[in-house]
């Protein structure tokens, strides 16, 4: 099976802010997850303070590679937590990857690159912005 957190489950009627919608969301799919399911979580460790959220969801990725009940599954994670791609370097089934960003033309190239973990292009994203916007 394919489960997937994947968006934003917050919801003012369940009193769900982002980060407990998807802990709930994730706590879910480890109770469904066995050693045949890919787990694809989107964004882990958002919604909460970022050294917090890094941290949750480094342990978060330790226990599921650990294996056993709930955390058997193949998981795919992605995050803009950097502190997470420390991983492979604990634990040789850990793997970084990237997707290539053309920062010309400030748009990704959709091209895998593996073992590599992604940049940071907050900076010529900014600037194209600010002379868009300011000029």
Request: aromatic letters at 6%; zero cysteines; a negative charge.
């Amino acid at each position: 099976s394919v489960l997937a957190d994947i968006g934003d489950e917050q919801s003012l009627t369940a009193n769900l802010s982002t980060f407990s919608g998807h802990i709930k969301r994730i706590s879910a799919l480890r109770a469904e997850a066995d050693g045949r399911s890919l787990l694809l979580l989107d964004e882990l460790g958002t919604g909460t303070d970022p050294m917090e959220g890094a941290a949750l969801g480094q342990a978060l990725l330790k226990q599921l590679i650990k294996g056993g009940v709930g955390n058997g599954a193949l998981t795919i994670a992605t995050t803009h937590h950097s502190i997470m791609t420390s991983l492979k370097f604990e634990d040789p089934r850990a793997e970084n990857a990237s997707v290539e960003f053309d920062e010309q033309a400030l748009a990704p190239t959709y091209k895998l690159l593996w073992g590599v973990p992604g940049g940071h292009t907050w900076l010529s994203t900014f600037m194209f912005i600010q002379m868009v916007v300011w000029h």
